[in-house]
């Protein structure tokens, strides 16, 4: 893969239209960039060994791309992070279920532990694989907008909003003018929502 193709920015959008192609390789290294990792954090969080959490991502990409080959997806039906969530949590249970899981301290028997008796199916999307959803996506779009923006225009806006400095600060270390921070950070801002907004809604 070139430098150039690394950096290139591909929507979900695009990504799924390539994906129903099976001879796109390119479609599933994109989709695996993009997704492996926050369904291993994901995974990790439900109490999964390394190996565990890297067999349950490829598991569900594979599964993923299968469902949404066969045109199982629905957008109208929610966002594509929600219908991924399924497939991951019943990856999950399978391998929880499984009566001679090895855990890092030996044997495991989920009858065995609290935690698994209240590990029910859930009923909505859960706020851990939302907020591991978000900070996932939201450093791969700050990957992609470091690459497309100039240094000084993109410190701005880390001063701005990423570290919450103030406009003073901002001017005094880049000795730049307040109206140039402001334009700054309006565009590198209004850029960051889009590639969010692309990262998870599929458009017809």
């Known amino acids: 893969m070139s430098l150039h193709d ?7 959008s695009t990504m799924l239209q390539r994906l129903s192609d099976f ?14 990792r926050p369904i ?20 569900s990409l594979m599964a ?3 469902a949404f080959r066969r045109g199982d997806y629905d957008r109208a039906r929610g966002r594509l992070s929600h219908w991924l969530f ?11 279920r499984k009566p001679d899981r090895i855990g890092d301290g030996g044997p495991v028997r989920p009858v065995d532990t609290v935690e698994w008796m209240n590990f029910e199916a859930p009923r909505a999307v859960s706020p851990e694989w939302e907020e591991v ?6 450093e791969d779009c700050l990957r992609q907008i470091r690459v497309e923006f100039e240094p000084k225009t993109m410190r701005a806006f880390e001063m701005l909003v990423l570290e919450d400095r103030s406009i003073e600060d901002a001017e005094s270390e880049l000795a730049t003018s307040r109206n140039a921070l402001t334009i700054a950070k309006h565009r ?5 929502r889009e590639l969010i907004e692309q990262c998870d809604e599929v458009r017809p």
Do not use: N
Request: charged fraction near 35%; aromatic fraction near 10%.
């Open 6 to 12: 690394a950096h290139e920015w591909v929507t979900t």
């Open 23 to 36: 001879d796109d390789r390119g479609a599933w290294e994109k989709l695996s960039q993009r997704f492996l």
């Open 40 to 59: 291993q954090a994901y995974a990790r969080q439900r109490g999964l060994r390394p190996d565990e959490c890297e067999d349950v991502a490829q598991e």
């Open 64 to 66: 993923f791309a299968q």
């Open 86 to 96: 399924g497939i991951v949590w019943r990856r999950i249970d399978h391998v929880r």
């Open 133 to 138: 959803w978000e900070r996932t996506m939201l």
């Open 188 to 192: 590198v801002s209004k850029r960051l």
